[in-house]
């Protein structure tokens, strides 16, 4: 399985984006069970994890962007959304989404710059 993000973009701040991700070559039945994430890189940081969400739909954020970033899924397409709205200059990094355990080959990410 292979990750492929794609939406990123520069916008300025307080714009919005809205980032997608495909579990490429995943199948159903393990898909829809696997609890997905996104995490961002910024350069010189760590990855960090901005937001989880459950087989089910249920979803917790990093508290940066908490009340700003929306996590959803789409099982049927193997797919993963995250609406980023009211973007700042510190959510300037590459994001990338895969299954939070267990977690499947990397993608290339999507970069996301905000300009203030």
């Known amino acids: 399985v292979r990750m492929v993000e794609s939406g990123g973009g520069l916008v300025q701040a307080g714009g919005s984006l809205r980032l997608s991700c495909v579990a490429s070559?995943?199948?159903?039945?393990?898909?829809?069970?696997?609890?997905m994430a996104w995490y961002r890189q910024a350069p010189g940081k760590q990855r960090e994890l901005v937001a989880l969400?459950?087989?089910?739909?249920?979803?917790n954020y990093a508290d940066s962007v908490k009340g700003r970033f929306t996590a959803s899924r789409d099982n049927a397409r193997k797919r993963v959304l995250l609406q980023m709205n009211s973007l700042k200059p510190e959510d300037t990094a590459v994001y990338y989404c895969?299954?939070?355990?267990?977690?499947?080959?990397w993608g290339q990410g999507t970069q996301v710059t905000v300009s203030s």
């Open positions: 969400i459950s087989s089910d739909g249920n979803t």
């Open positions: 070559g995943a199948i159903t039945s393990v898909f829809n069970p696997s609890p």
């Open positions: 895969n299954r939070h355990n267990n977690n499947w080959s």
